[in-house]
């Protein structure tokens, strides 16, 4: 069983933006734009919501969210404020999809990573304790990339889907009382 922590999600509008007028326009503090430090606008609706970052280009990146729903509810937020605002004429984007999602896990044991990079073979594993107290292992064939911890707990990003994740996970549940 794995829990969504973060959806990563991008879209383009096919318009070239002021982003320092539409800062200025939205106000402070949802909008915040210092191009002196990062050349996007930040977009955040709450305090504790899912940031947009949006770019000269049209380009935009939501993050943060804890599904995928929220994240396309975001975005129809986000472009409803565009289309008030006269930014874009219909509140439409001209392509939208989830990049990343960000999963955690639990496999119920304490792990050896030692015997784990091993046994999972050490071509498919970076273990350096120095430098991560994770162990980093790429599955053969899979889209996503897994942090196993000593403790059990296990993250896996780089997936465009969740079942590409519960694919991941299930075989490493499986992998895992194989090797140890």
């Not at 709450?46 to 949006?54: F, G, K, M, N, S």
Request: hydrophobic letters at 40%; glycine letters at 8%.
């Amino acid at each position: 069983m794995v829990e969504i922590v973060n959806v990563v999600a991008s879209g383009a509008l096919n318009v070239e933006l002021d982003l320092e007028r539409l800062a200025d326009d939205i106000g402070e503090p949802v909008a915040r734009h210092d191009p002196d430090k990062y050349p996007g606008m930040y977009l955040r609706f709450e305090e504790d919501a899912p940031l947009i970052t949006v770019y000269r280009t049209g380009k935009f990146i939501i993050t943060g969210a804890d599904s995928e729903d929220e994240s396309y509810s975001l975005r129809e937020r986000f472009l409803n404020l565009f289309s008030d605002m006269d930014v874009i004429e219909e509140p439409e984007d001209e392509w939208f999809a989830v990049q990343n999602y960000v999963c955690t896990g639990e496999l119920d044991q304490n792990l050896n990573l030692n015997a784990l990079a091993i046994g999972l073979g050490l071509e498919k594993t970076e273990y350096e304790p120095e430098q991560f107290p994770g162990l980093i292992y790429r599955p053969e064939g899979a889209e996503g990339v897994v942090l196993l911890f000593a403790t059990g707990k296990v993250v896996i990003t780089g997936c465009r889907s969740v079942e590409s994740v519960e694919e991941i996970f299930a075989s490493l549940t499986e992998t895992v009382s194989e090797v140890l």
